[in-house]
């Protein structure tokens, strides 16, 4: 006799994936809103620096403007990037208040970089490269090429 296995719904579409790339790195992001596709384009690039969130040490309201969702989602990365390479601060997590195609609002929780702690991979920028968001079944969904 076969076993039922969760009442017929369907596992969760993974939030991000890192995926290969000839001298640079990439994350595939999706969500079903557009605040949860920038959420998650951030827990991938966490993955790729190797770190946690860790606990929050505060928390700072954050307001980004684009004319396009592919500049507002590079926005967005890079001032995780920025803020971690020149400012040693960690992303911890975050609420957004409004989320468009064309901005991004939220409540974001940060920590300081740990003593002897660092990223595995140094990520300089995201690129345009190939960017586009895009839209099907219900998902948001982006692939961020990264130059580490």
Do not use: C
């Not at 719904?9 to 595939?28: D, G």
Request: hydrophobic residues 45%; proline residues 3%; without cysteine.
């Amino acid at each position: 006799m076969a076993a039922k296995r969760g009442g017929g719904r369907k596992a969760p579409a993974p939030s991000f994936s890192l995926l290969p790339h000839t001298s640079e790195a990439s994350v595939r992001a999706h969500g079903r809103t557009w605040a949860e596709l920038h959420m998650n384009a951030a827990k991938g690039l966490m993955a790729l620096w190797g770190l946690d969130a860790g606990k929050a040490q505060w928390n700072e309201k954050v307001s980004f403007q684009s004319d396009t969702p592919e500049d507002l989602l590079v926005v967005w990365l890079e001032e995780l990037v920025y803020r971690l390479s020149a400012r040693g601060e960690v992303w911890a997590g975050g609420r957004a208040v409004e989320a468009t195609g064309r901005s991004l609002a939220l409540n974001a929780s940060w920590r300081a970089l740990g003593e002897g702690e660092r990223p595995a991979r140094e990520v300089k920028a995201a690129t345009y490269h190939g960017l586009k968001v895009e839209r099907a079944a219900g998902l948001f969904s982006a692939t961020v090429i990264l130059d580490v």
